[in-house]
């Protein structure tokens, strides 16, 4: 949710997902703050996003302590991935490791773009290091590991020019997060 808009509790929103659908007259949500769940009253389109009354919003002040609050749904509202897409919570917290099994770190984060996504992978020293996530680089999670052939000097360390190159080259979209995204059912303020 982004801010309040005018003075009788509504609130101006910028949906993050492409199913604007969700967001009708009794739709019910998450949030990560108070209230733990809201329900829509009313709903109408906006320039900048949507404009929600929700019922548990009775001014512009309680519409205020919300701004920045993310919605959310129910896991089991979700759509079905298809091959090669993850959800960014299942990505998050594997354990990144080179071609030759060693530590390269943790992925820690899922950066969305509009050609491909990163991964943020922080490293045993604490850096945070962007990795396109593309097949050519990263292999399918297997366990709690996600093999990771880094361009050279991505890491620090020497790794396939080749591989680059070709991912590069490819000049099709990134794997897997970039499709979840435009699903990923959620609203901020960002």
């Known amino acids: 949710m982004v801010r309040a808009h005018g003075i009788r509790g509504d609130i101006l929103i910028k949906p993050l997902t492409d199913r604007l659908e969700r967001f009708v007259v009794g739709a019910r949500f998450f949030t990560d703050g ?14 900048e ?39 960014p919570e299942d990505l998050i917290g594997l354990r990144a490791v080179g071609p030759d099994a060693e530590t390269l770190g943790t992925v820690t984060d899922v ?4 050609a491909q996504d990163r991964l943020v992978v922080t ?9 396109p996530f593309v097949a050519a680089l990263v ?4 366990g709690t590991e996600l093999r990771i052939d880094p361009p050279e000097g991505l890491f620090g360390t020497e790794g396939s020019a080749d591989v680059a190159q070709d991912a590069e080259a490819d000049g099709r979209p990134g794997r897997g997060a970039a499709a979840a995204h435009e699903d990923l059912d959620r609203s901020s303020g960002a």
């Open 34 to 47: 108070p209230p733990a769940h809201v329900v829509v009253a009313a709903v109408r389109h906006h320039n």
């Open 139 to 142: 292999a399918e999670p297997v």
């Open 49 to 87: 996003g949507l404009i929600l009354t929700l019922a548990e919003v009775e001014d512009r002040t309680a519409a205020e302590r919300l701004a920045k609050t993310t919605l959310t749904i129910a896991a089991t509202e979700r759509r079905a991935l298809d091959d090669d897409e993850f959800w």
């Open 123 to 131: 490293t045993p020293d604490g850096s945070a290091v962007e990795v």
């Open 111 to 114: 950066v969305f773009g509009a």
